[in-house]
């Protein structure tokens, strides 16, 4: 939280349902409290517009905020009079529809002008929150950012930007257009993953504890069973409202059970199965900003579950560090299902046993796709159990290899089969552009 509120341009990114919106709102609850004057734009509500006309929309708003704090600061007739007519100008263009960027990229140093004179004259600092910017087609998105950019060049305006990372292109390095991190922005990353179970698990846990403090219900160990608790960090993903989620499903599935004392891993199952739905027109949901690209992932992924579950019976799976590099499309398009919580990096460089120098990066399945209606028996599958990642066969009499010392763990996740990204290369025309 304290770098969300320094005076730096930052991009915020993680999977929906990390807390994006949640660290931004705190963020501008703490900045309100200090002082600074603050302008929320949620991106959803300007998903039908172009982007110069979502561009003007925000004007228009930082216009209005301009003109209320200019009372406030006692600023003088002369400001009040160019400032009233530079809104009048963005209005007149909104109103005309379908202005070119070439249009309303002439406003942005009149816009500048004026902020710079309000922070000047004011001694506040302005923060844009803009939430949600993945809604913006992606292709469209550095040049929205690099409008806003443009009005917060040499003045105390600063942009707090939350999406999800690979739904969206901040930057095109030619000509440059956008935010460009290190040297314009800063990357906030929330994703919590599973590459390290054990304190995905404390994390979460410690998040439901503060709900059920906060409420006064039963104790955890009254509720959820040891076993159930795993497996809701396993069905998470390591995503907070994922985990919260499930937790309320799975309380409802286990009190449809008979005799039922506890939350069972049967029950995170059912959820977790139920929940897969959802995911899916969330999916959909975040990836329609783009046409066509929602239906070139659900393609994707349903080659990977056939991969996965059909033809190797097993549910994670590793990509080679070479065949990403040569494949860059498919891998956005992985990387983009991961985004989208249907797949779940475990670990992001493991070693080769047979080849020197050769490593790879370790997914796994989301348990939505095997789990449920769609449980299939006698595949391989990774478990989380007792803080270790477990690898069992179900309904077999097959003994489990546990990953309890570093060599075990590595020899068990090297049994994941080899996904070759090509087979994703009718599928990633869209992603090529991201």
Same mark, same amino acid.
């Given at each position: 939280m304290s770098v969300a509120i320094t005076p730096r341009h930052h991009l915020v990114f993680g999977r929906r349902g990390v807390g994006k919106t949640s660290l931004l709102l705190e963020a501008k609850r703490l900045l309100e409290n200090q002082g600074a004057y603050v302008l929320w734009v949620n991106v959803q509500s300007l998903r039908s517009l172009g982007v110069g006309s979502a561009f003007l929309t925000v004007a228009l708003k930082l216009c209005d905020l301009l003109l209320s704090a200019q009372e406030a600061v006692r600023s003088s007739q002369a400001g009040f009079d160019a400032l009233r007519a530079l809104r009048a100008n963005i209005e007149q263009r909104f109103a005309a529809n379908g202005s070119t960027l070439q249009d309303v990229a002439i406003l942005v140093p009149q816009l500048q002008q004026e902020c710079s004179r309000f922070t000047l004259q004011a001694q506040r600092t302005i923060y844009l929150f803009i939430d949600d910017i993945h809604y913006l087609p992606s292709s469209e998105v550095p040049y929205f950012l690099d409008l806003l950019h443009g009005v917060t060049r040499d003045n105390l305006v600063w942009l707090k930007v939350a999406g999800i990372q690979h739904q969206t292109r901040w930057f095109i390095p030619v000509p440059p257009t956008g935010l460009q991190t290190g040297h314009d922005a800063t990357i906030i990353n929330l994703d919590v993953t599973l590459e390290h179970p054990e304190r995905a698990k404390d994390f979460l846990g410690n998040v439901l504890r503060g709900y059920?403090?906060?409420?006064?219900?039963?104790?955890?160990?009254?509720?959820?069973? !040891?076993?159930?608790?795993?497996?809701?960090?396993?069905?998470?993903?390591?995503?907070?409202?994922?985990?919260?989620?499930?937790?309320?499903?799975?309380?409802?599935? &286990?009190?449809?059970?008979?005799?039922?004392?506890?939350?069972?891993?049967?029950?995170?199952?059912?959820?977790?199965?139920?929940?897969?739905?959802?995911?899916?027109?969330?999916?959909?949901?975040?990836?329609?900003?783009?046409?066509?690209?929602?239906?070139?992932?659900?393609?994707?992924?349903?080659?990977?579950?056939?991969?996965?579950? /059909?033809? #190797? #019976?097993?549910?994670?799976?590793?990509?080679?560090?070479?065949? =990403?590099? &040569?494949? /860059? /499309? #498919?891998?956005?398009?992985?990387?983009?299902?991961?985004?989208?919580?249907?797949?779940?990096?475990?670990?992001?460089?493991?070693?080769?046993?047979?080849?020197?120098?050769?490593?790879?990066?370790?997914?796994?399945?989301?348990?939505?796709?095997?789990?449920?209606?769609?449980?299939?028996?006698?595949?391989?599958?990774?478990?989380?159990?007792?803080?270790?990642?477990?690898? =069992?066969?179900?309904?077999?009499?097959?003994?489990?290899?546990?990953?309890?010392?570093?060599?075990?763990?590595?020899?068990?996740?090297?049994? &994941?089969?080899?996904?070759?990204? !090509?087979?994703?290369?009718?599928? !990633?025309?869209?992603?090529?552009?991201?």
């Open positions: 059920v403090e906060e409420s006064n219900a039963l104790p955890l160990s009254k509720v959820l069973s !040891s076993a159930a608790l795993d497996r809701l960090v396993l069905a998470s993903g390591g995503v907070p409202r994922d985990f919260l989620t499930l937790c309320a499903s799975s309380i409802q599935t &286990a009190r449809q059970r008979p005799n039922a004392k506890t939350v069972g891993v049967q029950d995170v199952n059912n959820a977790a199965g139920v929940a897969g739905q959802t995911k899916l027109q969330e999916l959909e949901d975040d990836a329609a900003a783009t046409l066509g690209r929602s239906g070139e992932l659900i393609a994707s992924l349903n080659i990977v579950r056939e991969f996965l579950l /059909s033809s #190797e #019976e097993i549910t994670y799976f590793r990509v080679d560090f070479r065949d =990403k590099e &040569a494949h /860059s /499309s #498919e891998y956005r398009v992985l990387q983009a299902l991961a985004d989208l919580r249907m797949l779940h990096l475990i670990n992001p460089s493991l070693s080769d046993q047979h080849h020197a120098g050769q490593r790879a990066e370790v997914y796994l399945l989301d348990l939505s796709q095997y789990s449920g209606s769609r449980f299939k028996q006698g595949i391989h599958v990774l478990d989380f159990e007792r803080g270790h990642l477990v690898l =069992k066969r179900t309904r077999s009499a097959e003994a489990a290899r546990i990953g309890d010392t570093v060599l075990k763990l590595v020899s068990l996740l090297r049994r &994941a089969p080899i996904f070759d990204l !090509s087979r994703l290369a009718a599928y !990633s025309r869209l992603s090529e552009n991201l």
